[in-house]
């Protein structure tokens, strides 16, 4: 009787139309200020970076009918910023590698096997999410703990840090991609005599390709995006990342916002590009744990 | 037999080992080294001697870091509560919608977190830059007298709350909407057709159903606002005067400008110990089998 009950609700909510009607005009509202406040400080950005160095200062600031101009681009890319780029662009490749390799045979141990300190060291990794999401309290301890070492000022020195940093959330989620590979998937391929190294290095990752993609998307942004450990590990100009070009900008050029949003322009552009074709991996990567499942 | 097992819990340890070591030499040892460099005067990373419980003292007694600490708890709950509330209601309002409209909404709302925060920061300093930027014009516009945002304390402190909350709604809606998504139907329907209006429906339903969702995002983006040092150090620098000296700057400022590492690392210790009580809590909360 009870079960009748449910299905028939069941039934109903599936063909009630209501639930699906026309966007009302609150929720326009909504939309609209939510695009508006989410994109108008890069569209802004965008126009600045596009301005003669005399138009930018013009009040009242002109929207679409100013001069264009390339000169801030030359100019940055003139000091230092094709630089940063690819010095960022080898530290999120190595880190995304390295966090890949690193996390992907985490991830398989911690989900295949139990061995002794597993509950402990798995602690750790999650522990180590949230906590390298915002570093100010791993700003010193690290500082002094790499300085000791003497791996500051390295070309690896934001690799390593990187690589630590992401690799939690990059265990975190290709374990939940290797907890939906059926285990009969791996007793049939060893039955057919592939070798554990095989399984582990070919089979698994092509199995688990939408979370190997999800844990680069994350190394690539926290490799790409990060700035205060750059500024304290990094004093040689040769190996300044992007963002720590960007700052270094700020006091080089005094007020040329010019420049400064050209930066900025070209340091998004990467992150806007993965991001909106990977976004949804984006998403099932953030919300992993948040619910049951 | 027995052979085999303890190769077989070998592999898995053996897998885990390289990571793990990654982890724990750059997450795990600084933390406890800096415990003991607190208790050293390092100014200048000179080793000046063991000094007991001096760097501790020294940061009890200063009212800058009990200013510092509690200018970091008003932006910090502020931005995250603001964040969260929004985020809550975007989502109650995605939920009702589906396919492509509902995924672009997800992505733009993302936006703020995915670029930068430098980038991010830079771009709103530029927007509400001095008497000329375009949010004085748009004041103007609209017929108000313009504000210059970053000579005023309080313009300043809401300033640097609302771009911390504008980073983050995107997240928090993504997260709740994703606990709302698995929200069983049939009980929504059937509390409906019990007599329970929207409010109670919301109330009594949905919130206790994405509590996970809701208490994991609270705790990130406390802890993200509270660690935060790159949006302050851009926005404001601190300023005017201290106004906005959180304590990420303090700690920054305390072991990059002026070098005094053993009072930079006891002022870390206090921080993490914030942050341990966050990480526990996210321990307990988020959902996994081992």
Known sequence: ????????????????????????????????????????????????????????????????????????????????????MRNSLLYAGCTIVL?????????????????????????????????SIGSAAMLIPNYLYMMNLGLTNKWYTLILLYTAYNLPMAIWIMKGGIEAIPLEIEDA??????????IITRLIPRLCLPSIASSALFLFIGA????ITAAVMIDSPNLRSIQLVIYYFRGFFGTDWGGLMASAMVAVLPILLVFSVLGKLMVSGLTQGAVKG | ????????????????????????????????????????????????????????ASLFSDPAIWYSFGITILITVASAGIS??????????????????????????????VISMMVGTVLWRWILNGDTGLLNYFLRSLGFSPIIIFESKTASVVTLIIVMAWRTIGYSMVMI????????????????VDGANTWQ?????????????????????????????????????????TATNVISLELYRMGFTYYKFGQASALSVLVFLVNIVFVVLYVRMIKYDI
């Open chain 1, 1 to 84: 009787m009870i079960f009748k009950n449910t299905k028939k609700n069941g039934i109903k909510i599936t063909g009630n139309g209501d639930i699906k009607q026309g966007a009302s005009l609150l929720e326009l509202a909504l939309l609209l200020v939510l695009f508006f406040t989410n994109s108008t400080p890069i569209l802004w950005g965008l126009i600045t970076s596009l301005k003669t160095r005399r138009e930018i200062l013009v009040y009242p600031p002109r929207f679409i009918n100013f001069t264009f101009s390339w000169e801030h681009y030359q100019n940055v890319f003139d000091n230092g910023l094709g630089l940063g």
């Open chain 1, 99 to 131: 966090g890949l390799i690193l996390g992907l045979l985490a991830a398989y141990g911690f989900e295949r096997y139990s061995f002794p300190l597993k509950k402990i060291l798995f602690y750790i990794v999650i522990a180590g999410i949230p906590l």
């Open chain 1, 189 to 198: 391929a060893r039955i057919d005599g592939c070798s554990r190294a095989y």
């Open chain 1, 224 to 227: 790409w995006n990060e700035f």
């Open chain 2, 1 to 56: 037999m027995n052979v085999k097992k303890l190769l077989h819990n070998y592999l898995g340890f053996l897998l885990t080992l390289p990571g793990m070591l990654l982890i724990i030499m750059i997450l795990v040892v600084p933390l406890f080294s800096t415990l003991y460099s607190s208790f050293f005067k390092l100014d200048h990373l000179q080793n000046g001697g063991y000094v007991g419980s001096a760097n501790y």
């Open chain 2, 84 to 113: 969260m509330v929004l985020g809550l209601i975007f989502a109650l309002w995605i939920d009702r919608r589906t396919g492509m409209v509902a995924y672009l909404i997800q992505l733009i709302g993302l936006l703020p977190w």
């Open chain 2, 177 to 192: 909407l994703a606990g709302l998504k698995g929200v069983d139907n049939g009980l929504l329907e059937a509390a409906r």
């Open chain 2, 201 to 241: 429906v919301l109330t009594h339903i949905k919130l206790p159903l994405i509590k996970t969702p809701i208490l994991l995002s609270t705790i990130v983006l406390t802890m993200s606002n509270f660690n935060n040092n790159t949006v302050p150090l851009i926005l404001t620098g601190g300023g005017p005067g």
